[in-house]
């Protein structure tokens, strides 16, 4: 495994590996990989000839009272995991390299935005948008690799290929469980045991308005209602928002046909955690 830290290099790299009739992959991380990440690192494996791995952890998608000083960093760790599942070079820019001191331009997709999480989290999404538009232009990847659990970027990063007429595959790779339903998160790290277990709350709301759709409900305030009355019996829950809505417009729906995205956000402690699941 090759370990590149710079923009040129890694340019060079994906230059070679075109003209050499490779199919690249890319799986844009922030680190502290988790068995979601190498999920998707398997995924890139069986559908590309060269796996390349960004680690990154982006400033600018995050809020000036968000976590990114704070976010998980395992550098040394990640490397080891990235060379057990088999990538073939690890990009590892650092904050100055990809955002000089006169950068001005920024990257931003309208309208799927300004649901979900896009209210509660201003200019993260503009932030997700730029980094990803020049992870691409730099690691010049065919395939991209996401993962179900951030839904509402996997959707935003698609509009945003479809709108700019970039070359690139999106490809998306099912949420990864931890054995209680939670979702893998490197934000996960930030719980405590007893957050840990209040976490198993976001899962099983979920599950329990896929069931009531299943047997028939169709009004998405009753399904609401009843999840939030589930995760606010866990004292240490805050609810941030819970949304049924449509699996590619993300708009609140008034009445449940069809396939149906179940998102939501909910505080436990002080740790933001997300979650979904598409139900048809």
């Not at 830290?5 to 680190?31: S, Y």
């Not at 060269?50 to 704070?70: C, K, L, M, W, Y």
């Not at 609810?239 to 436990?268: D, F, N």
């Amino acid at each position: 495994m090759k370990i590149i830290w710079m923009i040129r290099q890694m340019q060079q790299a994906a230059d070679r590996l075109r003209k050499e009739g490779r199919v690249i992959g890319l799986v844009p991380t922030m680190g502290a990989l988790h068995e979601g990440h190498l999920s998707l690192i398997q995924a890139a494996r069986k559908k590309a000839d060269r796996v390349v791995v960004s680690i990154f952890v982006n400033p600018t998608q995050f809020g000036p009272a968000e976590d990114f000083h704070q976010y998980p960093r395992d550098p040394k760790g990640d490397q080891e995991k990235c060379k057990k599942a088999g990538v073939d070079i690890l990009f590892m820019p650092s904050v100055s390299e990809m955002y000089p001191k006169d950068h001005a331009t920024f990257v931003v997709t309208e309208r799927l935005t300004d649901v979900l999480c896009g209210p509660f989290r201003p200019r993260h999404f503009r932030g997700v948008t730029t980094v990803v538009t020049q992870l691409f232009n730099i690691v010049k990847p065919h395939l991209a690799f996401f993962g179900q659990k951030d839904y509402q970027q996997a959707v935003v990063i698609q509009q945003m290929v479809k709108d700019l007429h970039l070359d690139v595959e999106i490809v998306t790779a099912p949420t990864v469980r931890e054995r209680d339903g939670v979702a893998m998160s490197s934000r996960n790290a930030y719980l405590s045991t007893e957050e840990r277990q209040a976490a198993r709350g976001l899962y099983r709301s979920l599950l329990l308005g896929q069931e009531l759709i299943k047997k028939g409900e169709k009004n998405p305030l009753k399904i609401k209602a009843r999840m939030e009355a589930l995760i606010q019996k866990e004292p240490l829950a805050r609810i941030e928002y819970i949304s049924l809505c449509h699996p590619k417009t993300l708009q609140e729906i008034e009445r449940v046909k069809g396939q149906t995205l179940m998102a939501l956000a909910v505080w436990i402690g002080q740790t933001r955690l997300i979650d979904n699941i598409l139900v048809k």
